[in-house]
């Protein structure tokens, strides 16, 4: 009666597990997905060097941007730092910098790359 009640629970929490990764990949694909349908309607065209979003935007950008690298901190700080100034953040978890110039061509001091 004790193995079955450890059994109900395993599988409870391997359950519940399963459902929050589920919930995960549909939130990371939502923004994604979000993201690419503002580009195609027309709010993703650069205006006057900047971009095309609004700052109250970057933060979930940022996110999506960052949720896939083992340094989220750093990744979130300068992704941050760089949609303030830019109003733009590229597609995917990583490269597709040429969609935002100046997200592109922001450099740090020893000529690497700013934004992530």
Same mark, same amino acid.
């Given at each position: 009666? +004790? ?5 109900? $629970?395993?599988?409870? +929490?391997?359950? $519940? @597990?399963?459902?929050m ?10 923004a994604?997905v &979000?993201? #690419?349908?503002?580009r +195609?309607? =027309? &709010?993703?065209? &650069? ?7 609004? @700052?109250? #935007? /970057? ?9 896939? @690298? &083992? ?5 979130l %700080? %300068? /992704? ?5 100034? /830019? $109003? ?9 910098? =040429? ?12 000529? =690497?790359?700013?934004?992530p």
């Amino acid at each position: 009666m +004790v193995a079955m009640a450890k059994l109900l $629970l395993v599988l409870a +929490v391997a359950i $519940l @597990t399963i459902s929050m990764v589920e919930s995960k990949i549909k939130e990371t694909n939502d923004a994604e997905v &979000q993201y #690419q349908l503002e580009r +195609v309607n =027309g &709010q993703g065209g &650069q205006k006057n060097g900047k971009g095309y979003l609004q @700052t109250s #935007q /970057c933060p979930g950008q940022c996110s999506r941007r960052c949720s896939q @690298t &083992q340094y989220k901190k750093p990744c979130l %700080f %300068f /992704c941050q730092k760089c949609c303030q100034a /830019c $109003l733009c953040v590229p597609s995917g978890y990583y490269g597709n910098k =040429g969609e935002c110039p100046c997200y592109n061509n922001w450099k740090t001091k020893r000529g =690497g790359p700013k934004c992530p």
